[in-house]
Nanobody, 126 residues
Framework: QSQLVESGGGLVQSGGSLRLSCVTS????????IGWFRQAPGKEREGVSCISSSSGRTKYADSVKGRFTISRDNAKKTVYLQMNSLKPEDTAIYYC???????????????????WGQGTQVTVSS
């Protein structure tokens, strides 16, 4: 059974940092891209960052470029999202998801993703 479990969310002051983790099971990161998405109250789900399966190439939303970094540890089957210089507008529930995309680069379109985690809350106070 394919599963993703997020952790690492919490409450942080503006300018602070958090590192989110997405522990995967039931499938190989060699064949699945992993994306991070977020959804704030009253807003649509937004793609934040993703990492491609075979190449490891990454992609970021303009709103987080230069502040967030996605990485993965295949041995631990875990994908991380390091979030620095956090702003109040980063407040949202953050989800990781898996896309069976062996030969193409990852995308930030949520409809491409097959499995989702339960989410972790990130709150940034001003």
């Amino acid at each position: 059974q394919s599963q993703l479990v997020e952790s690492g969310g919490g409450l942080v002051q503006s300018g602070g940092s958090l590192r989110l983790s997405c522990v995967t099971s039931g499938f190989s990161l060699d064949y699945f891209a992993i994306g991070w998405f977020r959804q704030a109250p009253g807003k649509e789900r937004e793609g934040v960052s993703c990492i491609s399966s075979s190449s490891g190439r990454t992609k970021y939303a303009d709103s987080v470029k230069g502040r967030f970094t996605i990485s993965r540890d295949n041995a631990k089957k875990t994908v991380y999202l390091q979030m620095n210089s956090l702003k109040p507008e980063d407040t949202a529930i953050y989800y990781c998801a898996a896309d069976h995309a062996l030969l193409r680069l990852c995308v930030l379109d949520s409809y491409e993703y097959d499995f989702w985690g339960q989410g972790t809350q990130v709150t940034v106070s001003s």
